[in-house]
């Protein structure tokens, strides 16, 4: 290797241009590609060391071809590995969360005893904010600069947690480098996806590293001779090098009379061929093993003492084919142990492999703590061992679930499950049936968000089941599967889970479960009374059993019932009930929860100011606890909403963006997202509001499983309606509803609603007064029916009643300008039809600031053109006598503007006016230029947005 660093400059600049970046919380990664041999981990080792020269800390890891089968998070247990090397276990554990080090524990054991497996379903999301966090406090020291190298071997879980640190690492000095082969990428690569997402993210630089130049290569020659080369073999090595370090390399190792090479293989190998005979031989053992490989277990599947291996491999190191790191002798390149490996014969092959799974099993201190499983399963399987290749990995499958690496463990089942029939005795050798092996990959296929392989594998083990022999066992998959349904939106799932409840009759902790999960499905669908008799029987079933953990969760799910239904005092009174019971279990699953349901129900009471503060409290628990990303998210997302009723928009805005840079789960992604489209609403930001809509899917299926999802989506999509001005379509939307959803009590969703769909009937009166009546009625008669409990459900309800003066008192009391200043609006607009003009400009005059300080666009500017229309003045002064002006539209043309709405042509508008065709159009282009538009359906819009048509 020359010991001159040549060219690179410009990748050298995008690597310091990262890490600048990333001191300023702009930059969290840069992505490094190139071919094999060019240079990369040159490159980032000079870079790495001048930037460890300006005080950042380097830690390091690798990817290994093993991370495919089945080695979860290798390249971060590498670089743990190094930090408790610098700093200790205890130093480490102290920046983290409280007891957050024992969850360490699963990748690296020197951290002790893990905490227990209780919350799979979220264990992963806790792992990984914790490593976000680790590096976060780190950070806070100095400057840290992570490497990973050889992404494209990297395991799902490793690429799982590189995309969510690129996503979140902005708000610490912290940057990632990360290399891979682009040569390797083939189209099918599990990479390229990843790659493809994150080189569209703020912060994600990508350089792609070149070959060296023939210059540059006459300079790599040089700093090998010690000598200026001449520049006939310069020009020699580059044509057949191509440019790549490690192949210049390898040519002049070959020598002056080496011929032009049939394969890269054939370059590469040569220099290993020139070593002594023993030498290969044990290079070709440590092939065997991978990239690296420990003293230890290569003397050891060697059969020699550690001097006769130290004189083997000193010629290897002495010709730079093998380096050598605490104890440990690394493969200086990928390329030379993947050829020295090919080099083996296929009877030395599986021999190899299966010494290797024999020393590893005999003693499993050989390789690093933690990775004696994976290695195991790896070379029998490599030694094409049916039986100890299942055997190893159904071990090694557990092993990785305790690393919550669900992804790998379902890979390593599947394993199980391809080999079972090759082995007669599968069952008797794992201890378990096809059918469990089936059951718990359905479990890991769930964790890992692989629906549609968990349902497959529920499936499989149904197939394989007789419900009256084991129905508690059928009724559990059956859920599982309902399960997948919900996540998938896939029809189904509540049929499965009544088939499920009938399997399970006799009181027990099956049917507790069962009820609980239909419960909960009934209840979040808006059926809450079944919902709250099914959960309450599961309820007495767990409190019999003493299950203190299932009564919370149960507790909080007749909760949910409570606020759907509008009881909002019971709700936190419940919800309190169950906080209690968690805190002293000491489970923050559930303390976060019932802090969650609670800013929600404050909220929906009016008391919003509480809500919020609450929220904050929550969300410093989340983070105390390692739960920000799993639950703080929704707690944030109930923050936004108190603050978006409070008319705090901006803050609110900042608090999703936030939260969605936290990479929530998709319900809760939703949620955030719909806050935001309420806010596009009232501010009239159409291209906002129009994506939050499409990845809702609300323009396609409005109507979701659950009912609060359904509800937000309705009313976002007729308030986009009403900001295009197509009050016909936002009426329809509102029929839909009424005719096919569930409304619940509960303040800021039926009432919400409802009174919505009051204003959208009145704004549609005058194009189709039939239909908004027959609309209204139907809003009537739901209203009817539901309770009201607190203020801003009485809010709701007077403004649901043309009560808007009353409705105003009230949100001026609670502090929301948004439907203060829309009620206002309206009780001004009954005024203006009474005669009341007066009356109807100090409402307006009351309503235009509020509007206007939360920049509600859309409301300022209806509130605008009633006072033009009226011919009354904001800042006080009125003058009846006063005409409309030139901006404000003649009564004539209002007459024109009207049947325009209609569709009339102009010839169709003459004969109804009896006026000329061509004053018609006299008419229609001032209405177009006092509007601000430019054609006829523009001028619809805007007369729909501005209530010009309104009687």
């Known amino acids: 290797m020359s010991p001159v660093f040549v060219g690179r400059e410009t990748e050298l600049e995008v690597l310091a241009e990262g890490f600048r970046e990333s001191r300023k919380r702009s930059a969290s990664a840069v992505l490094l590609g190139g071919e094999a041999g060019v240079g990369k981990s040159r490159l980032v080792g000079r870079f790495t060391e001048e930037a460890a020269e300006e005080g950042a800390h380097i830690l390091a890891g690798g990817c290994v071809e093993l991370s495919s089968e089945g080695l979860a998070y290798a390249p971060f247990t590498a670089a743990l590995r190094q930090l408790v090397r610098e700093m200790g276990t205890a130093e480490i554990t102290a920046l983290l969360p409280d007891g957050a080090g024992r969850d360490l524990a699963r990748l690296l054991p020197e951290f002790g005893e893990p905490n227990s497996d209780e919350e799979s379903d979220t264990a992963r999301a806790r792992l990984f904010e914790l490593i976000l966090t680790l590096l976060e406090r780190l950070a806070e020291r100095r400057a840290v600069i992570l490497v990973i190298e050889d992404i494209h071997w990297a395991d799902r879980s490793s690429r799982d947690l590189i995309a969510f640190l690129s996503r979140n690492l902005h708000a610490a000095p912290v940057l990632m480098i990360l290399t891979f082969r682009s040569d390797d990428l083939h189209r099918q690569h599990p990479l390229r996806p990843v790659l493809a997402e994150l080189t569209r993210l703020d912060g994600v630089l990508r350089t792609e590293l070149p070959r060296l130049t023939q210059e540059e290569v006459g300079a790599q020659i040089a700093g090998i001779t010690g000598k200026v080369p001449e520049y006939r073999p310069v020009n020699t090595i580059y044509e057949r090098s191509e440019g790549i370090p490690l192949f210049v390399e390898a040519l002049l190792d070959a020598g002056a009379e080496c011929s032009f090479p049939e394969s890269l293989h054939d370059l590469i190998i040569g220099s290993v061929e020139k070593l002594p005979e023993e030498t290969q031989r044990v290079l070709r053992v440590a092939a065997a093993g991978g990239i690296r490989v420990g003293h230890g277990l290569l003397s050891a599947v060697c059969g020699l003492s550690d001097i006769a291996l130290e004189d083997a491999m000193r010629p290897a190191i002495a010709r730079n084919v093998i380096q050598v790191d605490d104890r440990t002798y690394v493969f200086r390149h990928a390329l030379i142990r993947e050829a020295v490996h090919d080099e083996m014969l296929p009877g030395e092959h599986t021999r190899l492999h299966a010494r290797y799974a024999e020393e590893i099993e005999r003693d499993r201190e050989l390789v690093p703590r933690g990775r004696a499983a994976i290695e195991v399963a790896h070379h029998w399987y490599s030694a094409r061992n049916d039986l100890w290749a299942l055997i190893s990995a159904w071990e090694a499958a557990d ?25 007669p005795d599968a069952a008797e050798r794992i201890g378990a049936d096809h059918t469990t092996v089936l059951e718990i990959a359905s479990v890991a296929a769930s964790n890992s968000g692989e629906v549609d392989r968990g349902t497959k594998f529920v499936k499989a083990a149904l197939a394989e089941l007789d419900e009256q022999k084991e129905p508690e066992r059928v009724a559990e998959l059956v859920v599982r599967l309902a399960g997948f349904q919900i996540e998938k939106r896939r029809p189904g799932a509540l049929e499965n889970l009544r088939y499920a409840e009938s399997l399970v009759p006799n009181a027990g902790a099956a049917r507790s479960h069962v009820l609980g999960r239909l419960g909960r499905f009934l209840i979040f669908s808006g059926e809450i009374v079944e919902g709250a008799a099914l959960t309450q029987e599961s309820l007495r079933i767990a409190r019999s059993m003493n299950d203190e ?157 659950f009912t609060q999802e359904t509800t937000g989506n309705v009313r976002l999509l007729m308030g986009w309606y009403k900001l295009r001005g197509e009050p016909e379509e936002a009426l329809r939307v509102a029929e839909q509803s009424l005719n096919e959803l569930v409304h619940p009590s509960k303040a800021m969703l039926g009432w919400r609603l409802l009174s919505q769909i009051h204003l959208v009937c009145a704004t549609a009166a005058p194009v189709d007064l039939r239909r908004a009546a027959e609309v209204q009625q139907l809003a009537d008669h739901v209203a009817a029916r539901l309770s009201v409990d607190g203020p801003v459900a009485e809010a709701y309800r007077y403004m649901c009643q043309d009560r808007f003066d009353e409705a105003a008192a009230i949100w001026d009391r609670l502090r929301r300008p948004l439907p203060h200043a829309t009620s206002l609006w309206h009780a001004a607009l009954t005024a203006v039809q009474t005669g009341d003009r007066e009356g109807a400009a100090d409402r307006l005059r009351t309503a235009h600031p509020l509007a206007q300080a939360i920049g509600a666009t859309p409301l300022t500017e209806e509130i605008e053109v009633l006072c033009r229309r009226i011919g009354a003045h904001l800042d006080g002064d009125a003058d009846a006598s006063t005409p409309a002006g030139a901006e404000l539209l003649t009564p004539r043309e209002l007459e024109v503007l009207h049947l325009v709405a209609k569709g009339r042509s102009n010839r169709e508008i003459a004969a109804e006016l009896f006026i000329s065709a061509k004053t018609v159009s006299v008419h229609v282009s001032n209405i177009l230029a006092k509007l601000g538009v430019s054609n006829r359906g523009e001028a619809t819009a805007a007369a729909h947005r501005l209530s010009l048509l309104t009687p």
């Open 549 to 705: 953990a299932q009564e919370a969760d149960l507790l909080l799910d007749l909760a949910n019932g409570q606020s759907i239904s509008g009881l909002l005092e019971a709700t936190i009174a419940t919800n309190e009930h169950a906080r209690s019971i968690g805190t002293r279990l000491g489970s923050h699953r559930l303390t976060l929860r019932a802090v969650t349901n609670n800013v929600d129900a404050l909220n929906n009471l009016g008391r919003s100011e509480e809500a919020i503060e609450l929220a904050i409290e929550g969300e410093r628990l989340s983070r105390k606890y390692g739960r920000y990303r799993i639950q703080g998210t929704f707690i944030a997302n109930n923050r936004a909403e108190a603050l978006e009723a409070l008319g705090r928009w901006d803050e609110a805005v900042e608090v999703v963006e936030a939260a969605l840079a936290k990479d929530p789960g998709l319900r809760t992604r939703h949620h955030l997202r719909r806050v935001r489209g309420d806010i596009a609403v009232g501010r009239g930001e159409m291209e906002v509001l129009e994506a939050v809509l499409h990845e809702m899917e609300a323009f396609t299926r409005p109507t979701a499983d």
């Open 399 to 423: 092993k990785a679930a305790k690393a919550f690496a669900y992804t790998e463990k379902l890979q390593l089942l599947e394993r199980v499950l391809t080999l079972w029939d090759k082995v």
